[in-house]
């Protein structure tokens, strides 16, 4: 599958080392003002090359809008076309690893359904395909914010390093919690990373989110439950290992009286005195902050030899070459961000 939504769609094609990456987006309503810097403001937040801890691919991002979208900036109801140039791709990186399979990537499962693949950055594998998500949400939060829906999402551990429990605010205080920030702590995270990359390793991360302003009611109560639209866009995020929200796995630590909460007297100025249930309950939204953790793995391409397979198993110690993020959960809150945007959008189209 390509397409991601029912209502609210986002398809999108290119290769990651193919002329161009691009996407449509369809059902975004007509009327919604765009604000191209904000846009680009998200797709620069994801942009590679602008810091020593992430590839240095230098890709300049600059959407082309084709389509749904008039002069003055308004929707047009219309499908939105739109594409990002490839400019800055390295194939001779790839020569090596054209007839091998690099441990941890989707190289052998994509030989395996498709009998071939493009090895060049890992084709439709790459997370160069997360800059068509990170535009389609973008565009989906213009519309978002005009309904007074907030989406944020922050990298909350790296390694070792990271904060205890990132959500325990919101789920105490849901009015007025927010997401931990401590310069020492954030300062820690960068140290995990920099000591990977120094040692031609990387590391994993925790990326948290919280999304204000959802009314109630949004979700079905049996397949298409709200955390289960949200839980498929997120384990479609490449690296991504797990996801919980609200309690998460603490909840299997807790009693009864540990994880309920209680409704706010005439339902104010809450429905409820506290946000554990991470803002679904029977797989319908409350009203409440929904919130939810995502785990990385670490980059899989780590500067190494590496014993690495053939079509027919014969092995080859190849070091991988080209440009890879040490921690790949650095940039991937923005894109978060973007996928739960798309989520939202299309539940609110129902």
Request: proline share 7%; aromatic share 6%.
């Given at each position: ?18 002329p ?13 003002r ?29 959407p082309?809008?084709?389509s ?9 109801g ?41 090895p ?26 005009t ?20 959500l ?17 702590t ?58 919980e ?38 797989g ?32 080859l ?17 923005v ?16």
């Amino acid at each position: 599958m390509n397409t991601l939504g029912r209502l609210l769609r986002l398809t999108t094609f290119g290769e990651s080392h193919g002329p161009a990456m691009g996407g449509i987006l369809d059902g975004l309503p007509s009327g919604i003002r765009i604000d191209m810097a904000d846009v680009q403001h998200m797709i620069d937040r994801r942009r590679t090359g602008r810091s020593t801890l992430t590839s240095q691919r230098r890709e300049t991002d600059i959407p082309e809008i084709l389509s749904g979208v008039n002069a003055d900036g308004i929707t047009l109801g219309t499908p939105i076309g739109f594409i990002f140039r490839n400019t800055d791709a390295r194939s001779s990186d790839y020569c090596e690893l054209e007839h091998r399979y690099r441990p941890g990537h989707a190289d052998y499962t994509y030989d395996m359904k498709y009998g071939l693949r493009d090895p060049r950055g890992g084709g439709r594998a790459s997370a160069r395909e997360t800059v068509n998500w990170v535009m389609g949400g973008a565009l989906t939060m213009q519309w978002l914010r005009t309904l007074g829906i907030t989406i944020e999402a922050r990298l909350t551990a790296v390694g070792k390093a990271g904060y205890p429990s990132p959500l325990a605010a919101i789920m105490s205080d849901p009015l007025h919690g927010a997401l931990p920030f401590d310069e020492a702590t954030e300062q820690a995270m960068l140290g995990e990373v920099e000591r990977a990359r120094r040692d031609c390793d990387s590391v994993g991360g925790r990326v948290s989110c919280v999304m204000r302003g959802l009314p109630a009611g949004l979700g079905d109560p049996v397949f298409g439950k709200l955390q289960a639209r949200l839980a498929e866009a997120m384990m479609s995020l490449n690296a991504v290992k797990g996801f919980e929200y609200g309690m998460g796995a603490a909840a299997a630590e807790a009693r009864g009286s540990e994880a309920i909460d209680l409704f706010a007297p005439g339902f104010s100025p809450a429905p409820m005195r506290t946000d554990r249930h991470g803002g679904a309950l029977g797989g319908i939204s409350t009203g409440m902050p929904v919130c939810f953790n995502l785990w990385f793995k670490p980059t899989p391409t780590i500067s190494r030899p590496l014993p690495m397979p053939d079509r027919e198993g014969e092995m080859l110690e190849v070091t991988a070459h080209g440009r890879h993020d040490p921690c790949v959960a650095m940039r991937a809150p923005v894109i978060v961000e973007a996928l739960a945007a798309l989520v939202a959008g299309d539940l609110l189209r129902f």
